[in-house]
């Protein structure tokens, strides 16, 4: 079992739509999460972070977080063809330091 | 904003070469981190550091990669010899010490070994 799961898609939305993606850890001890977007050929750039259960909101963006699930989800509101890429999930582990899902490729359609 | 700043961008080299890659890390953060992406996959960690000791290096290939940062600064990754296997994009990123808080990446250096 990879400790972060992710579907690798693609997520293919509609420009204007909501964009839902998902991931899951293995490891019931982590407390921080993150999400990272990474465009083709370009390196991860980070979009959010979660520390609590619940929801956090940034603009377009809302990171969901449920320890008790070990799931991860980030909202994209108003889905704009920018916003095409893919967007990795990361988890922080003992010893500070973050492991990757695979990451989902968003294609959003104008 | 401050960057991490590495370089080459990118590298072209044929099997059995050495290559190297360079690193500098976000001015004042102590640790640094090297990770690998194949195309198509999450990055991994190959080492971090902390100020000028390797902390982990449990997934770095030790018999053909080498990493240092003698002054607790910038960084140095080695392949030697490289193989077809290790076409990648090699990124460096750095934190204060917190990866709790994420870090930041440098925009990678694209190896492809022919």
């Known amino acids: 079992q990879k400790e972060v799961e992710q579907n690798s898609g693609p997520l293919s939305v509609p420009e204007g739509a909501i964009a839902s993606l998902n991931c899951t850890y293995s490891?019931?001890?982590?407390?921080?999460f993150f999400w990272y977007r990474q465009y083709s050929g370009k390196s991860p750039e980070l979009i959010m972070s979660i520390y609590s259960n619940g929801d956090k909101e940034d603009g377009r963006f809302t990171a969901q977080l449920n320890k008790a699930s070990q799931y991860v989800s980030l909202l994209i509101r108003d889905s704009q063809p920018s916003d095409s890429a893919t967007y990795l999930c990361a988890v922080n582990k003992a010893g500070n330091k973050l492991v990757f899902g695979a990451g989902t490729i968003l294609r959003v359609k104008s | 904003e401050a960057e991490v700043a590495q370089s080459p961008r990118y590298k072209i080299t044929e099997k059995s070469q050495a290559v190297a890659f360079w690193c500098d890390p976000i001015?004042?953060?102590?640790?640094l981190y090297w990770y690998r992406q194949i195309l198509g996959q999450g990055p991994e960690l190959l080492v971090q550091f902390q100020d000028e000791s390797v902390v982990d290096d449990s997934q770095l290939p030790k018999d053909r990669f080498s990493a240092e940062r003698l002054k607790g600064v910038d960084s140095t990754l080695k392949i030697q010899p490289a193989e077809l296997g290790d076409s990648a994009m090699y990124l460096c990123?750095?934190?204060?010490?917190?990866?709790?808080?994420?870090?930041?990446f440098g925009s990678g250096t694209r190896l492809t070994v022919v």
């Open positions: 990123a750095s934190s204060h010490g917190q990866g709790a808080f994420g870090y930041t």
């Open positions: 001015s004042g953060h102590a640790t």
């Open positions: 490891d019931r001890g982590s407390q921080s």
